[in-house]
């Protein structure tokens, strides 16, 4: 059974910097894509933040703010977020789906998801 869950949420000034870790279990990920997602508020389509495969991919308004990177031997991801600001609070999501060419930004394209873990930046 495919498991994958978040840690290192928490409260952040503005300015700062966070890192978040997504574990993963139940399989080999290593040639999996893997993602992160974000969400607010409740109930809105996740937001594509980041995700890699051997390169990154970035959804614009991250772009040299955070870093995606992976650890195949611990089957962990991590996000680096730097310079953050208030509208980066959301529900932070890993996710993995198979290998594809391309990296999908679309959630319905990932087939795993962790429980979230929230980032909350204050002013």
């Known amino acids: 059974q495919v498991q994958l869950v978040e840690s290192g949420g928490g409260l952040v000034q503005a300015g700062g910097s966070h890192r978040l870790s997504c574990s993963a279990s139940?399989?080999?990920?290593?040639?999996?894509?893997m993602a992160w997602f974000r969400q607010t508020p409740p109930g809105m389509e996740r937001e594509f933040v980041a995700?890699?495969?051997?390169?990154?991919d970035y959804a614009d308004s991250m772009k040299g703010r955070f870093t995606i990177s992976r650890d195949n031997a611990k089957n962990t991801v991590y996000l680096q977020m730097n310079r953050l600001k208030p509208e980066d609070t959301a529900v932070y999501y890993c996710?993995?789906?198979?290998?594809?060419?391309?990296?999908?930004?679309?959630?319905?394209?990932?087939?795993?998801w962790g429980q979230g873990t929230q980032v909350t930046v204050s002013s």
């Open positions: 139940g399989r080999t990920f290593s040639s999996d894509i």
């Open positions: 996710a993995t789906r198979p290998f594809t060419s391309t990296i999908p930004r679309s959630p319905n394209d990932y087939r795993h």
């Open positions: 995700a890699i495969i051997w390169n990154p």
